[in-house]
C-alpha cells in the first residue's frame, strides 16, 4: 500500500458517526444505495458549520446518510430533500426520525429534481448538496445556481466517478458529465471550486458575488 493510499484510508476511518447514522449507512448498504463515506460525511457537518447553515438543500436522500450529516451539528437548519425513489423515501423518513430530526426540520420532496428545483426559492439555500444521477448532473447544478445565496455552497460528492473521471480512457455519459462540471465551474469567475480526494472525491463550489 502507498502513502497515499494509507493516507486515504486513515482519513476514511478517521470520523466517528452517531448510532442513527451507522443505522442508516447499514440500511444503505442493504438496499444497494451506495452512501456518501464517512469522509465525505464529515465534510458535510463541517461545511453545513462553516456556511452557519439555515436552510439546505439536497438531491437524492438516499436513506438519509448524507441529510443526517448535513443536519448533525447544524441545529437550526432545515433540509429539503428530493428523491425520485419512493421506497428510498419512505426509510429515510424512518431513519430522520430516529436520529431525532423533528419533522419541522425536514421537507422530503418525492419527484425528479429536474422538476422541483425551478419551484425552490432563489438565492434562498446557504448548502445544495447534489448527489443523483450523474447524467443529470449538469441541469442540476445549474437549478442549484439559481437558488443558492452568495458565500453559500454547492457540494458533489462522487467526483472521481469510481476513479473514471482521472483516467482518459473512461468516456462514458456519466463520467463525462462529471469532468464537463469540473471544466465548466473551473472557467466561471462566479465560482470558487475545491476539489477534494476523500472518499469518490467531493467537489465543493462557493458562490461567489455576481
Given at each position: 500500500?502507498?502513502?497515499l493510499?494509507r493516507?486515504?484510508?486513515?482519513a476514511?476511518q478517521?470520523?466517528?458517526?452517531?448510532?442513527?447514522?451507522?443505522?442508516?449507512?447499514?440500511?444503505?448498504?442493504?438496499?444497494?444505495?451506495?452512501?456518501v463515506?464517512?469522509?465525505?460525511?464529515?465534510?458535510?457537518?463541517?461545511?453545513?458549520?462553516l456556511?452557519?447553515?439555515?436552510?439546505v438543500?439536497?438531491?437524492?436522500?438516499?436513506?438519509?446518510?448524507?441529510?443526517?450529516?448535513?443536519?448533525?451539528?447544524?441545529?437550526?437548519a432545515?433540509?429539503?430533500?428530493?428523491?425520485?425513489?419512493p421506497?428510498?423515501l419512505?426509510?429515510?423518513?424512518?431513519?430522520f426520525?430516529?436520529?431525532g430530526?423533528?419533522?419541522?426540520r425536514?421537507?422530503?420532496?418525492?419527484?425528479?429534481?429536474?422538476?422541483?428545483?425551478?419551484?425552490?426559492?432563489?438565492?434562498?439555500?446557504?448548502?445544495?448538496?447534489?448527489?443523483?444521477?450523474?447524467?443529470?448532473?449538469l441541469?442540476?447544478?445549474e437549478?442549484?445556481?439559481?437558488?443558492?445565496?452568495?458565500?453559500?455552497?454547492?457540494?458533489?460528492p462522487?467526483?472521481?466517478?469510481?476513479?473514471?473521471?482521472?483516467?482518459?480512457?473512461?468516456?462514458?455519459?456519466?463520467?463525462?458529465?462529471v469532468?464537463?462540471?469540473?471544466?465548466?465551474v473551473?472557467e466561471?469567475?462566479?465560482?470558487?471550486?475545491?476539489l477534494?480526494?476523500?472518499?469518490?472525491?467531493?467537489?465543493?463550489?462557493?458562490?461567489?458575488?455576481?
Open positions: 500500500m502507498s502513502k493510499e493516507n486515504w484510508q486513515y476514511e478517521y470520523p466517528g458517526e452517531t448510532e442513527a447514522l451507522v443505522r442508516a449507512r447499514r440500511l444503505s448498504l442493504e438496499l444497494g444505495i451506495e452512501p463515506s464517512r469522509s465525505i460525511g464529515a465534510q458535510l457537518s463541517g461545511l453545513a458549520v456556511t452557519r447553515a439555515q436552510a438543500c439536497e438531491v437524492g436522500t438516499g436513506v438519509g446518510v448524507s441529510g443526517l450529516s448535513l443536519l448533525r451539528h447544524a441545529p437550526e432545515t433540509l429539503t430533500s428530493i428523491e425520485i425513489e421506497e428510498h419512505r426509510e429515510a423518513r424512518t431513519m426520525a430516529e436520529g430530526i423533528p419533522a419541522s425536514l421537507r422530503a420532496i418525492e419527484g425528479d429534481a429536474r422538476h422541483v428545483m425551478p419551484r425552490l426559492n432563489l438565492a434562498s439555500y446557504d448548502l445544495v448538496l447534489l448527489d443523483a444521477d450523474p447524467a443529470q448532473l441541469e442540476h447544478f437549478y442549484a445556481l439559481g437558488i443558492v445565496r452568495q458565500g453559500g455552497c454547492i457540494v458533489v462522487g467526483a472521481f466517478a469510481h476513479g473514471r473521471v482521472p483516467d482518459p480512457a473512461a468516456r462514458d455519459a456519466e463520467t463525462q458529465a469532468r464537463d462540471l469540473l471544466t465548466l473551473s466561471s469567475p462566479a465560482i470558487a471550486p475545491m477534494s480526494p476523500a472518499g469518490d472525491g467531493l467537489l465543493t463550489l462557493v458562490r461567489l458575488d455576481g
